[in-house]
């Protein structure tokens, strides 16, 4: 399979046409199905020029952190836009420290919604997508 950036966010050829306002929800299988390694190391190059190009949008502040007693659980929200795709994306993550996980329900997601209309377009399982992402940084780095 080969993704392009564009791709990356767009819906399958099945969730297009009148099905296209519906939410379309990834979950980890579909990610493990979806993602290759050599696509993903090729989009965070992509992405990264875009970055240089000034073609993405951080929000301010970057990151949002809800922790404290009692909860267990950490929480954290970022929130990005990549003008050249259009996209915006949402990434909420929830941890314990010390204990990462694929089985069980999924502790990171990606909410993607379309920048023109403000629709919420996917909400995609991250769990693999962000290992493959951490790589990918490392794979561009080293070339």
Do not use: N
């Amino acid at each position: 399979m080969s993704l392009s950036l564009q791709q990356s966010v767009s819906p399958p050829a099945a969730a297009t046409g009148a099905a296209k306002s519906r939410l379309l929800y990834l979950s980890l299988k579909d990610t493990l199905d979806l993602l290759d390694p050599a696509d993903v190391v090729r989009i965070a190059e992509e992405t990264l020029l875009a970055h240089d190009a000034g073609a993405v949008i951080w929000s301010s502040p970057r990151m949002l952190t809800l922790e404290g007693e009692p909860l267990q659980a950490r929480f954290r929200a970022k929130l990005c836009a990549v003008t050249r795709l259009p996209a915006v994306g949402f990434r909420v993550v929830s941890s314990i420290p010390g204990s990462e996980r694929l089985e069980g329900g999924p502790t990171r997601l990606e909410l993607l919604s379309d920048p023109e209309t403000g629709e919420f377009r996917a909400i995609v399982d991250e769990r693999w997508s962000f290992g493959l992402r951490t790589g990918a940084g490392a794979a561009v780095a080293i070339k």
